[in-house]
């Protein structure tokens, strides 16, 4: 049985990314970060974090274009 949550909490997705948590709504205003909201609450997928991480090796990576 897989524990690992499908949804995190804006703190707990910003501790994992090691971001403040001012940079990850900024990071979700401008749509670099999905989220989606459940009732007052904001929440991110656990596999678009992973899928913002995964994209991050091939966006700044010298010598790659």
Known sequence: MNTAPLLLTIPDAARQLALSRARLYELIADGTVPS???GGARRIRARDLAA???????DGAPGRG
């Open 36 to 38: 989606v909201k459940i």
């Open 52 to 58: 913002y991480v995964d994209g991050l090796a091939s």
